[in-house]
């Protein structure tokens, strides 16, 4: 992984994932240390994030190393006409690895072949989003003790969700039985679908989120995103899908839990929150060790 651009999950083999799984259960252990002194980090912020950006900035600050960077085009040369190219060149001058997200799909597959620093995609538009993928799967080994075999609901928005499109693709690797659930709008893309079907692996499609929640022992939800729409009034007839209540839990396996790459709107009721069951808040404190894992790796340190 030393040098490598993370820039879609499927750039990692099953050894490579597992790897930084490893070393983020050793980050989380001891998430102080001085690994990344003299190390920079350019974190490039196209558009907003809160989880992203600060748990890759606490993530190296925790390990010595420095942050530069952006949390928005606005405050960049881009907005002067800047290409993203010229920007990547530059910047590449003042770091040792570039955290990118951006809205264009591919803009990060893009930025890797003309960058001379590794690139890490933080999400590109509806495309991938592989850092949160891989702390998906940490909360996942984490909670049911294994990858292997389970029942994952992805519920809401599978069609812009980025975070499914890498999820979906990794669970491949791990014999996961898919069940898909969203208004027919936003079924999941039949580009990600042909992974499950490569795999030889079995998916479900449903409508009705009630009809999962008894079979399941991850549910998956996601937001549907109103900025993904090209069209208000689209969003407008789907923005109410679904809304997880506690109650709606109660027939629900010991094991369940419920993630969200977040942040929510109004598809998880606030009383699911002191439900042992709702993992999301831990699900994003998991982050930082997993981008001390990636970026540790990346810069060749572990
Ligand atoms: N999960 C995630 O990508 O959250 P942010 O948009 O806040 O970074």
Do not use: W
Request: aromatic letters at 8%; a neutral charge.
């Amino acid at each position: 992984m030393k040098n490598k651009s993370l820039v879609s999950i499927s750039d990692y083999s099953r050894e490579e994932i597992l790897r930084i799984l490893e070393l983020a259960a050793e980050f989380e252990q001891q998430p102080r240390q001085d690994l990344l002194k003299g190390k920079v980090v350019a974190s490039l912020f196209f558009e907003p994030s809160t989880r992203t950006r600060l748990s890759f900035e606490s993530a190296i600050q925790q390990l010595g190393g420095s942050v530069i960077g952006f949390a928005s085009a606005d405050t960049s040369s881009v907005r002067k006409g800047e290409s993203l190219k010229d920007t990547i060149l530059t910047v590449s001058n003042y770091s040792d690895l570039i955290v990118m997200r951006h809205p264009v799909d591919g803009s990060a597959r893009y930025a890797s072949e003309v960058s001379p620093v590794p690139i890490v995609n933080a999400g590109d538009g509806a495309n991938q989003h592989p850092t949160q993928c891989l702390l998906d799967l940490y909360s996942i080994k984490k909670t049911q003790g294994r990858l292997e075999g389970l029942d994952v609901a992805f519920v809401g928005d599978l069609k812009y969700g980025r975070t499914v499109h890498s999820l979906v693709i990794a669970l491949t690797q791990f014999n996961a039985r898919f069940h898909l659930v969203s208004p027919p709008e936003l079924k999941l893309p039949s580009a990600v679908k042909r992974y499950i079907k490569e795999a030889k692996l079995e998916y479900y499609q449903y409508t009705d989120l009630n009809e999962v929640i008894p079979n399941c022992d991850i549910l998956y939800m996601t937001r549907i995103q109103r900025e993904r729409f090209p069209d208000p009034l689209d969003y407008e007839k789907v923005k109410n899908s679904y809304n997880l209540n506690n109650q709606m839990l109660a027939n629900s396996r010991p094991n369940l839990k419920v993630l969200h790459p977040l942040p929510r709107v109004n598809e998880i009721n606030v009383d699911v929150d002191s439900n042992p069951k709702a993992y999301y808040f831990e699900q994003a404190l998991n982050g930082v060790y997993v981008r001390q894992a990636i970026v540790a790796s990346i810069l060749g340190l572990k």
